[in-house]
């Protein structure tokens, strides 16, 4: 019985999916919810506002919040009772994915997410997961 699931969320539809998947799959497990916030760069989208925070984990904290809070609503949509932990890592979120996964049974991850230009650019952070990844991986479409 799976017991600790992973489930990276991005802000898109395909990271929502994986969550309800995950809450419906997993009923009984603790379920931790990791958002990715890109580290500042030209290439990272809305991550290059962070550069001109002060304090560049709080300015990571409160762009993953709103991720949170729609992961929370989703999860009470569902009907679930599963508590939502959540966590935030600043990096590449491949890395972020597969360092944080050895802490669990198993990674549920959306097919795909972001605008297709992130994804052309970035690449396809699903299937590195799986590649890569210490544990066990569904992806959701």
């Known amino acids: 019985m799976i017991s600790r699931v992973l489930v990276p969320m991005d802000g898109s539809e395909m990271s929502e999916h994986a969550l309800e998947y995950a809450l419906t799959a997993y009923p009984d497990a603790e379920i931790t919810v990791l958002h990715v916030v890109g580290e500042p760069s030209s290439m990272w989208g809305s991550a290059t506002g962070l550069a001109l925070a002060d304090d560049l984990e709080e300015a990571a904290q409160e762009h993953a919040q709103s991720t949170f ?19 935030f890592e600043l990096g590449h979120p491949v890395r972020a994915i597969i360092n944080r996964a050895d802490d669990y049974e198993t990674v549920v991850i959306g097919s795909h997410g972001g605008t297709i230009s992130e994804r052309l650019f970035v690449g396809n952070v699903a299937e590195k997961v799986v590649r890569r990844s210490p544990v066990p991986v569904v992806v959701v479409r």
């Not at 929370?72 to 966590?87: C, P, Q, V, W």
């Open 69 to 87: 809070d729609r992961a929370r609503e989703l999860a009470a949509d569902a009907g679930s009772d599963a508590t939502i932990e959540t966590t």
